[in-house]
């Protein structure tokens, strides 16, 4: 099951965060390693009741087919294991990269084409209406781009779901080691939500044009660097967000704290 897992890392590129995602957890609970060293292992027998739930969801997965299941499986079985043999003060400390591990997870097929084909219809529709205002003709039947030289198809691969999976992940970890406060990694996971859904809906537009120019330019090569480049401006776009809201939290505490003026 884990070897399927590793092939679908390197065979899937909506996936290829994953092979990051258990390296930095490890490296995060490493960093707690002298707070791990100094708790005394206290085992809980509620660890039991996660462990058979584990093997339950395991036994469901493989008779059912369902390869979600079986793969979430592992992440109830280690945090039984850590449980029961460790503690709840140490699975505590654990917390965190724990959560992380669900990452390293693809989502379900159902779900996974319940969110791309809503992420594509809202990138073409984007790009038509951009491409109409600037004086590009374009008419949109579903996914697909009608333009004056050629047709562009918004296929899965450009619905943005790839970026948003990294960048949620990312969003977290970023969160995680640039600051302290706690309540700052939910807002950032919110925020990265419309960052990566707009960046892809400008990927999809600046495809459009530049395929007007010069068919050559929007596809192979040219159009993965093009992919790399706006996934990077997305999360300069989350750091921008990240300080946003460290400026109005210092504001809103220095005027809390500044003495009335009568």
């Known amino acids: 099951m884990l070897q399927m897992l590793v092939s679908q890392w390197s065979n899937d590129d909506d996936m290829g965060h994953g092979f990051f995602v258990p390296l930095i957890a490890a490296y995060i609970a490493w960093q707690h390693r002298d707070e791990l060293l100094s708790t005394p292992l206290q085992p809980s027998y509620w660890g039991i009741p996660v462990l058979i739930w584990g093997a339950f969801q395991l036994t469901i997965g493989n008779l059912g087919a369902e390869l979600f299941l079986q793969r979430t499986s592992i992440l109830f079985t280690i945090v039984g294991a850590i449980w029961l043999v460790c503690g709840t003060r140490i699975l505590r400390i654990l917390t965190f990269p724990l959560c992380l591990l669900i990452f390293m997870v693809p989502i379900p097929a159902v779900i996974y084409n319940q969110i791309t084909f809503p992420l594509q219809i809202f990138a073409s529709t984007v790009a038509e209406v951009t491409l ?20 562009l198809s918004v296929v899965e691969a450009c619905s943005g779901i790839r970026s948003l999976l990294s960048l949620t992940f990312l969003s977290l ?15 950032l996971l919110m925020g ?6 707009i960046a892809n809906a400008a990927r999809v537009t600046i495809t459009g044009i530049i395929s007007e120019y010069d068919k050559d330019l929007a596809q192979g090569i040219f159009h993965t660097l093009e992919g790399w480049v706006i996934f990077m401006i997305a999360f300069a776009l989350l750091g921008v967000l990240h300080q946003t809201v460290n400026w109005l939290y210092r504001t809103v505490k220095k005027a809390r704290t500044e003495p009335a003026i009568n």
């Open 173 to 187: 970890v970023y969160g995680y080691f640039f600051d302290q406060k706690a309540w700052i990694r939910p807002i």
């Open 132 to 151: 109409n205002l600037i004086g590009l003709p374009a008419l949109r039947e579903g996914n697909v781009l009608e333009l004056a030289n050629n047709k």
């Open 192 to 197: 990265v939500v419309p960052i990566a859904i």
